[in-house]
């Protein structure tokens, strides 16, 4: 079997339908909206229901490539393929068989792109660059990332010859978020503009934050630098409360979203991290600044105003470096000046794209002074309008720009998430669990923040030899027989172990935590559990286990990993209580 470099298999399907079954088993979809077109993509919306619990419901966004990564041809009276994958030369490979119509030819079209696929760096990488980003909570969970063959007959009308086509296409399947950054600032629900106040307001701080410690996780955790970085490129999920805010990347993709880990581990003096980081802000500043006439970066920009000023030659010598020996740009000078004179030229010279480009020195020296500013005095800034809807799952983005659902289909299928569903504005309870020293010498603390699509976990643990350890939450807080009166791991939906990011897992399954120096410290987050009582995937008053071994995710080809993960003795336990 064909599989991509972490070990998963290559899949290709042959209708839309059989991802669905394939990936959703447990579930059922409804589309939300007809088909729409970003910019390399067709977008649509499905709106998945829990068949044991219909009230468990969920949005995922289904991605397919307009551009097949793979074009076979195959002419009736030659018997071969004709391929171009990924623009390299064309070539050919004969193929036996002499119908095109059968499940068996079919299957070994399939077979022969799985192999044009494992041996693609770009697919290898674009898959990479999904799987770590979801992990990472830099992009929305990722559901699945395959392949959909088309097939059509094509007839020259010139001589009546026939060739079948087949094409490749990319499908990227994931969490849908409420909308993107652009639409949420350029379009306005009542139809006109706020006036503006003279600073920020709390939700464009919050953002702003959110966004610049997305960039510092792509550096820090991906080693990527994302250059098609841009408004549109952002989504997130409108919450009530901006406490909450939800702020995710997407567009991955490798040819904009480049591998840079020889410059991004360096560390010392030198490391130029800080200046890559603060090249993403400066250029995320002007999309704002042009596009909206409302910079959120700009308290950030001036609080830090000193270190940008000592720093602007450094970042100039970053952006618009050239090679010494060659005398023209790096690659990374390169990215950074393609894409940034591809949508600012306009905006700068008055010129569409790249019709007049500036030097740049001219546009490194205007991005720079222009983030420093709030917006300009002699247009009306964009504000965004945070409609209601929007907080309540009522609309979705699609294709780059927000669309509402008609208000019959807002009704309809309203998210009601099972444990949030009676939150209340600004009222988001609070866990605990306490984890008292016991004979293993472990001792710590777990902390719990409910949102309203699920739980923040904090925890401190000491004593743990170094290493991975597995992380659950159990049945009960029963501590009559010490952890082990805990039971199974929670499982209300009757499911297979997995990890914290698989698709097929236990609610209590929250993969492993690291102890290094005898002190595991991090957070997560857990979505579709909460701590309100009487509902179904309430963990209040279950418990928290930490467990000798590495938690195997469910891929140990034994009944053990699909059960517990093979994460051994019981080591640690702690009761989830109301925090007060």
């Known amino acids: 079997m064909e599989q991509f470099n972490d070990g998963s298999p290559i899949f290709i399907f042959s209708k839309m339908k059989d991802i669905l079954d394939y990936q959703f088993p447990d579930e059922t979809y409804d589309i939300m909206n007809n088909e729409n077109t970003g910019g390399f993509n067709k977008v649509q919306y499905f709106l998945l229901k829990n068949k044991t619990d219909p009230k468990i419901i969920r949005k995922i966004v289904y991605r397919k490539s307009k551009t097949p990564i793979i074009l076979l041809h195959k002419y009736n009276h030659l018997q071969k393929y004709i391929d171009v994958l990924n623009n390299s030369s064309i070539h050919e490979k004969k193929i036996n068989e002499t119908s095109a119509d059968t499940d068996t030819d079919i299957d070994k079209v399939i077979n022969y792109c799985k192999k044009l696929i494992a041996n693609t760096q770009d697919e290898m990488m674009d898959h990479l660059n999904w799987v770590t980003a979801s992990n990472e909570n830099i992009s929305p969970q990722l559901e699945f990332f395959g392949y959909i063959m088309d097939r059509k007959m094509h007839t ?66 991906a080693h ?22 939800d702020v995710r990347m997407i567009d991955l993709d490798s040819n904009l979203y480049h591998d ?91 010129y569409r794209y790249m019709e007049n480009n500036l030097s740049c020195e001219k546009l490194f020296n205007t991005m720079f002074d222009n983030m420093k500013l709030l917006s300009s005095p002699n247009k009306s800034p964009d504000f965004p309008s945070i409609n209601k809807d929007c907080a309540n799952d009522g609309c979705i983005i699609a294709g780059g720009n927000s669309r509402k659902l008609k208000k019959n289909k807002i009704t309809k299928h309203k998210i009601k998430h099972s444990c949030n569903k009676t939150l209340k504005k600004n009222s988001s309870k609070k866990g605990i669990a306490v984890i008292d020293q016991n004979s293993y010498n472990i001792e710590g603390k777990i902390f719990l923040k409910e949102t309203l699509t699920g739980l923040k976990i904090e925890y401190e643990i000491k004593g743990l030899e170094n290493g991975l350890h597995g992380f659950h ?67 209040l008053g279950r418990m928290f286990v930490i467990h000798d071994k590495e938690d195997d995710l469910g891929k140990g080809n034994n009944d053990e990993s699909l059960k517990t993960g093979n994460a051994g003795k019981r080591l640690a336990c702690g009761v989830i209580g109301l925090q007060k």
């Open 473 to 539: 939450i159990h049945e009960y807080g029963d501590l009559s027989d010490g952890c082990n009166s805990a039971c199974s791991h929670f499982n209300p939906f009757n499911r297979k172990h997995g990890g914290l990011y698989s698709r097929e897992r236990h609610a209590g399954d929250l993969g492993n935590i690291k102890s290094k120096n005898n002190l595991a410290k991090g957070s997560l987050y857990v979505k579709g559990i909460c701590l309100t009582k009487n509902m179904k995937t309430s963990v």
């Open 260 to 350: 840079y880990s020889n410059l991004l581990k360096k560390t010392g003096e030198h490391a130029p991290k800080e200046l890559i980081k603060a090249l993403s802000i400066m250029i995320l500043a002007n999309h704002f600044f042009y596009f909206f006439n409302w910079n959120i970066f700009q308290e950030y920009i001036k609080d830090n105003h000193s270190w940008f000023d000592e720093k602007k030659a450094s970042l100039f010598a970053l952006f618009c470096e050239v090679d010494i020996h060659t005398n023209t740009p790096t690659k990374l000078s390169q990215n950074y000046q393609h894409m940034n004179n591809k949508y600012l030229n306009y905006f700068i010279t008055g």
């Open 224 to 245: 990527r630098i994302p250059f098609d970085i841009k408004p549109d490129n952002i989504v997130i999920n409108v919450t009530p409360y901006y406490a909450d805010l």
């Open 156 to 221: 020259n009308n010139d001589n009546g010859s026939k060739k079948i086509i087949y094409a490749i296409h990319k499908i990227i399947i994931s969490e849908a978020y409420d909308t993107d950054l652009y639409s949420l600032y350029k379009d306005h629900t009542d139809g006109g503009k706020i006036k503006p106040d003279e600073t920020l307001r709390d939700f464009d701080r919050v953002i702003a934050k959110r966004i610049i410690d997305i960039i510092a996780k792509v550096h820090n955790k």
